[in-house]
């Protein structure tokens, strides 16, 4: 039977309904007060809850007597205060509470009754914490499990060090949200604290006004000189917690815009001026080097410097950022530097490019282009043409930053938030050449999200939900693009959407599916992240921005309060404990990180230009080999000429007509060294303008499997797997038993020692799977539960959405 979880039906009229039953509304004789009367008198729900708080904190200190670790029963005792707090304020409260939810449009039609339940929904869920809490602890006391001691962060003293973040001589993956109670000081320890995190930062301030950020436009005056009260947002910033700063480049001042007329042409949604222009160049050309050097040697920077929010230049005729007057045409300064581009691109020959255009331009001083580009030319050279360079371009704007940068602070560590859609959606008309971005910042940056049930956007798909409980593939394949770059760099996501989004959100999410998507995402190499965002004052009181009257141009912050974790003491408290565990057994989940990747997905960033459904179909590649037991890599022109090949045993190559000559001579050089291919007929026929391509590829030294153009995804999985060199595959086999058509257990394996091994097992499927562990050449097993230290028989019961971490010793 399938596992019945609480989701948001997409047909409006059951999406009402569902927004009206999300909330948990036991039965107690507060529910029926007038929720618009002051509190005055405790809800009986919080006298339970207070009464369990007092027995919680009882065993505690019974724990504490026999030398038993609490300090995850200490978050649970602080998120049930905090929460009921909370509770009351709402209560007191309901217009505000009803105007947040009316904000959202999804729940809009029913935010008086969402907010009359909310108060009774907090407190019930705080009495779930603490129920959780004193069953865990009563089974250590009774000996029935033992847990590892909570490792904590060391907020103060953390370091980035050889790939990883490194506290107490420790890996640590570092927690907290992005935003955090605007108003309130740094250090405020009921916001900066083990639970909720205490990273302190400067420009993550979404929202206020365009010239209230630590990094961005409105620093430098006209006179070249700064202005001094806000440049205290980068100097007043405490030398106590580590942290990171932004660069908002959203506003610009308006002597800049006097000066340049056409400043904001070509700007984009979060990037608010044209890029190519030479005083916004010179502007924060001086901004940069100023906020280089005032934090140079302070702990603000440890994360580092994010370059930019999410940027993107979507170019294309009809694309939604056009709503917001997006890439409305360009600078002369972008066409001048386009022209440039094309002039080196095509090495002088005009009549190539005519040839190529269709057009009769007398020079290349003469190119132009309208853009928006109309979506009609996707696959004919001017396409590839312009959106080649818009990549060029953005990642010359980034690594200019990064070069001011560098000119006062070398060791300065940057990253880039960067679009996650920029990525694994079709769409490459956005200026995103995420690969280059990823070679060119010291750490790898990106907010990546998942869903944890369907989408509440009608136009948005979730057919994933029919064989997944939560949409994990985007972040996953972000995750293993990434990482195959840039192996060694440390990923920090500075906005992830785990727990809710623009695209979905639940007023009761599983704490299974928190838990587990924190656990992947951190299994595929995410050393920190900032959930998007933490939004109470210390009162209960939401934040100063979400007071009032709201009228924002982006209705995803006056919206986001509604549905989201400030009002989720389950979630809150899981996405903390699930980092305590990471934590505590970090040195476990980098040892699985090291696994191989002998599979790679060749990645060609000319077909993802050039074809309409490019990313589509490479995602459904990406799918199906998934669940094999090991990480799955990509391979690229790039990553083929500058890594070590020898680190995997082939490369598939799926549907990917379109490429360089550069990028087919990488992949021949490779099987002229020995290297192994699987493609299909389809592939590396073309150019990047359309042009049949005269040479194929060579087995040569190598091997080289060619499928037929119409083999399915199960034949490449199956040629693949076996190119596989099997002393590369896991030495523990996994037998698994699924009611189901198709895989949903995630496994990796790390060897540790003579015949010791850690296995790490996450089901993002509805149905449980029964498992059989097995060594590949035979003999006993002893297994370990690591969270709770019993051991299990070599056949267990993976339930849906549940996540393992064992010994195995072969006997």
Known sequence: MKRQFKIVALAPLMMISAACTQIDTRESSASTSDPSQQVSVKSPLEIAARRKIEKLQTIMEEAKSKQIDVTREEAVVWYANEFLKFANWDEANPDAIEAAFGYERHFAPNKKQLAAELPNFERNKVIDILDEGIEKL??????????????????????????????????????????????????????????????????????????????????????????????????????????????????????????????????????????????????????????????????????????????????????????????????????????????????????????????????????????????????????????????????SWFTFMQNELHAVNPDADTHIKIFPRTFYEDSRSHGIDVEALTELTTMIGHDAKAMGSPSIRSHISSDWWKKYTYKWDGMSMLHDFTKSVAPNKIMVNSESHFLSSGQWKVMDPRESYVRNVYWLATLQGMDANMAWFWMRDPDGSPEDRLEGELNFFDPGLAGAFAGSNNMQPHVSNEVTQVMFDLNTYSEEIMALRKQPRPIRLFYSETSAIDLNDYMTTQGKLYRSMFFEGFPLGYATRNIITKQDNLTWDTIVVYKTPNVTDSEFEALQNYLDSGGSVVMDKQSLRFNEYGQLRENTLRANQGNLIVLAKDSDLNRFRQAALGAVNPNNLPDIEFDIDSPLPFKTTITRVA??????????????????????????????????????SNRMDSSFELASEEVLLLEVEVK
């Open 138 to 395: 009563g089974k250590e006391l009774r000996g029935e499990i033992k847990r590892r001691p909570v490792v904590k962060v060391d907020w103060q003293n953390t370091k980035a060090v050889d790939g990883m973040f490194v506290s107490n001589g420790k890996p640590v993956f570092l927690y907290d949200y992005f935003s955090k109670s605007v108003g309130q000081p740094l250090g405020q320890p009921d916001i900066y604290n083990d639970y909720l995190g205490a990273l302190y930062h400067g420009g993550a301030d979404l929202y206020p006004v365009d010239h209230d950020r630590a990094i961005n436009s409105f620093l430098v005056k006209e006179d070249g000189t700064f202005d001094e009260e806000l440049l205290k947002k980068l100097t007043a910033i405490p030398n106590d917690n580590i942290g990171y700063l932004v660069a908002w480049l959203m506003g610009i001042p308006k002597w800049v815009e006097e000066k340049e007329p056409e400043i904001r042409k070509g700007r984009s949604l979060f990037q608010g001026f044209d890029i190519d222009n030479p005083l916004a160049r010179e502007v924060w050309g001086n901004i940069l080097r100023k906020a280089a050097e005032v934090t140079k040697g302070k702990k603000v920077i440890e994360l580092g410097f994010v370059l930019a929010n999410e940027p993107h230049w979507y170019s294309e005729a009809g694309h939604w950022t056009g709503n917001y007057e997006e890439m409305q045409g360009i600078s002369s300064y972008t066409l001048a530097e386009f022209q440039k581009w094309l002039n080196n691109k095509y090495k002088g020959n005009l009549a190539r490019l005519n040839e190529n255009w269709g057009t009769k331009f007398a020079s290349f001083d003469d190119v132009e282009i309208e853009i928006p580009i109309s979506k009609a030319l996707r696959g004919k050279p001017i396409w590839f043409d312009w959106n080649r360079y818009n990549m060029y371009r953005a990642t």
């Open 751 to 788: 060897k540790t020692g003579d015949n010791k091994y850690l296995v790490n097992l996450l089901s993002v499927g509805h149905e449980p799977v029964q498992v059989n562990l097995s060594y590949k050449n035979g003999g006993q097993l002893k297994i370990t539960d690591l969270m709770t």
